[in-house]
């Protein structure tokens, strides 16, 4: 009995221990959302293709332009002090973490719209 009893606290044990061992595993989990290492969004001036498109998209679907209208002025790489782009509105909480993204300047030749975007383009807002 003495020896059945130690036997099952060791499956408990080993049990236990081994739930413990896969859980730490999934925290060193890489996570699988792409990213754009540092250097390259530092160096790269040019805004990849799709967050000038969303940028474009924002801009007609809030103004009555074709974006046959629009020019890409300027894109410059920047990091955001927050995940509101440093654009909190009053009231809004925002992540507290650095944000890369893009500082984009759009014109139709008589007004320029300057938005701020994450690296992706799917966090975006206008600065003017």
């Known amino acids: 009995m003495r020896k059945f009893c130690l036997y099952c606290c ?7 221990w081994g739930c413990q061992s896969s859980n730490n595993a999934n ?13 390259t969004m530092n160096n790269n001036t040019e805004a990849p293709q799709a967050v000038i498109d969303a940028v474009f998209n ?3 679907k ?10 890409l002025a300027q894109t410059e790489a920047k990091t ?7 654009l909190a509105q009053p009231d809004e909480f925002c992540t507290q973490a650095l944000v890369e993204g893009w ?14 975007t994450d690296q992706t383009g799917r966090n975006l807002r206008i600065e003017s």
């Open 27 to 39: 925290v060193t989990q890489p996570t699988s959302e792409p990213t754009i290492p540092q250097e």
């Open 58 to 60: 924002d801009i007609t």
């Open 10 to 16: 060791l499956i408990i044990l080993i049990s236990v």
């Open 80 to 86: 955001w002090s927050d995940g509101c782009l440093g």
């Open 103 to 116: 500082r984009i300047t759009i014109t139709d030749g008589q007004t320029t719209w300057v938005y701020r």
């Open 62 to 71: 809030n103004n009555t332009i074709s974006s046959d209208n629009l020019q």
